[in-house]
Structures are given as structure tokens and as C-alpha cells.
């Protein structure tokens, strides 16, 4: 019954452009180029700074990705596009994202979008951003500490999918991003088993900044989807509501750019040191003017081990002496009188260890209060 929901529940979340507004073909050279197969896209073929590739994915697919190179780049951003466009209708975004936000731009067809063989599924699209970004790290030597992922609309989901599996992955945006599917055609307060993207769960698992930009006249996607997983990031970084912005429209206003541009930035100068400090604060551990974390001078009250020689009467912490070891005790501080325990010179039912002498108030074990007999703790 689940898989019924799920299954019906995609063909509400994709809508790949039909027919696809790009062709992928062969040049004599072996290399891979676009044809364009509408009036959307323009001529690439002389676009130097653009490879397209075909990449193979664990589920038996072939998706086309474009990855646009910038020289004056430092990060790379992975998008994830909406789920009623292709790479074709994206090329000029791409472009001047690439230029303006100045990194490398790597996009990507789902499986059964643009050129890429397959369906769309949920499943498909976490196979399609895990090839792609491990063609990343194979074609290009790119990690995920200099690595972005830019997830639109239905685009989040894949996009979350992958963040919550890197811990040390830059940054992640969030654009017109979801709660989960099924929230959004209707206001739950509950995760079912057939629901799709359940975005609202994986964003807790994010440990890089989260920038989160949604249009408050989204009529597809409403405004509170991103307020609420930017509530919900662990990091969570200073929202762009764009006001009267929809859900297809946002790149058109100045603010998304300028916003955009001011992250990338801040993502540019982060330092190991820096996440570190941020780690610090989150925990209230309080900083030196040096960066380094402050050390008291408190005893730890946490037993850790045993004591080495059963014949060892110190206290197990100098700076408590008024909390001392029995010799032979393994157990918690003799707080009181003593630690009852068995004595190990004598057969005694019911010894106890002296708390003055940490020697045994048993038949003669204790010579600083005299007891010849046994006493009571």
C-alpha cells in the first residue's frame, strides 16, 4: 500500500519538459556536446567552459550533467533544478551564476529528465546527486569541504538526502525548498511511511550553514515550508524572504543575487578554525582570547578505573582529599563512615574500612583509633 502512495505520489512531483528542449550528441573527437532542440536554450557549442557528461548511476541509469568551469573559482555548486525544467531551460541560470557568484557550476537531469534515460522516482534522484557528486570527487578532485549544494523546489530533496551524509560539506541552499511531498498538498503535522522528500527530518542531520530562500506569495509552495526547515537547521544561516516573490520567479529580483553572492562569500573565508570556535559556542564552552577552550581546577568526580595496587591508600583525586579511596574499594567514595566490604585479612561478616587511617576496623587491621575488635562503620 505504501509503494502505491509513493508511486502516486511522483507523478504529482515531476513533470519533466516533454519534449526535452536539448539533444545529446557525439563529436568526431569522442567529446560529448548539446544540441538545442528549442528556442529556450542557445547555441553552446562554442562555450569552451562548459563539459557535458554522461554519468552512469548504481541504479542502472544515464544522466546528462553540464559542468560549467570558472578559473577564478575557490567552491562548486551542485544544483538540484525544480522538477518541471531541464538542463536546456537552465543554461543561461547557470551561466550566470558561474560568473556572478564566481565558482564552478555543476547541474544535472534526473533520471527521465532532459537526456537522461530512466524514470523519476524519489529513489532515482538520491542515485542520480550521489553519481554526480562522485564524479565530482573522481573527474575533478573536488571535495565536500569546497563543495555547495543548491537544491530548488523538488530539487531539495536530493539535496538533503546528500547533505545529511557529509559532515564537512561547506554550505547548502535551500530555494523554494520542501518540508516533504505530501505536506505539500496538504497541512500535516505528522511523517507517514508513503510520504516522499521527508526533508523535514533530514535537515537535522545537516552540520554545515543552511541558507534558506523561499517567495512569500509562493503559491506552489508556501512560505511556511522554508520558514520551518530553517527553523529546523542546526546552522542555520540569515533567510532571504523575498517579498512577493512566487515559486518560479525569484532569480528575477535583485535580492536573491546580492543575498546569494554575501553567502558564497562568508563560505569562501571559512576556516577549520572558525567551524571549530562555532562548535564551541553552540556547546557554551567558554574561549580563551586565544581560541583555545579553558581548563578548571576542578576535580572530575566520574570514576574512570579501578586502582592499580589494591595496596594504594592515597585519595584517587589530590584536590579532594577529604573524599579518599579505600585501599582495597573499587567502589564510589567513602562519603560516610566507610565502604562495607569484605576484609581481606580476616573472615569478617561485616567489617568496614576506616575513613581516618583507610586501614580495616577489623580484629587488629586498624592501629590509628586502636580497635582490637571489630567495629561498626
Known sequence: MGCTFSQLAAKFAFFPPSPPTYQIKKRENGKLTVVSSSSSMPTVADDSSLDVLLIDTKRGNKIVAFYFKNPYARLTLLYSHGNAADLGQLYDLFVQLKVNLRVNLMGYDYSGYGASTGKPSES??????????????????????DLILYGQSVGSGPTLHLA????????VVLHSGILSGLRVLCHVKFSFCYDIYKNINKIKKVKCPVLVIHGTEDDVVNWLHGNGLWEKAREPYEPLWIKGGGHCNLELYPDYIRHLCKFIHEMENITTASRLKKIQQSLHLPTRSNGTSVTFNKCCRIRFSKPKCPAYSKPRCIKCPSLPKCSWCSGPNCIS???????????????????????????????????SSRQDG
Open 337 to 371: 563512615c566507610c565502604w562495607k566490604l569484605k576484609c581481606p585479612k580476616s573472615k569478617c561478616l561485616n567489617p568496614c574500612c576506616c575513613f581516618k587511617c583507610l586501614q580495616w576496623k577489623c580484629c587488629s587491621c586498624c592501629t590509628c583509633c586502636g580497635a
Open 124 to 145: 532515482n534522484t538520491y542515485a542520480d546527486i550521489e553519481a554526480v557528486y562522485q564524479c565530482l570527487q573522481t573527474e575533478y578532485g573536488i571535495s565536500q569541504e
Open 164 to 171: 545529511s551524509k557529509l559532515p564537512r560539506l561547506r554550505g
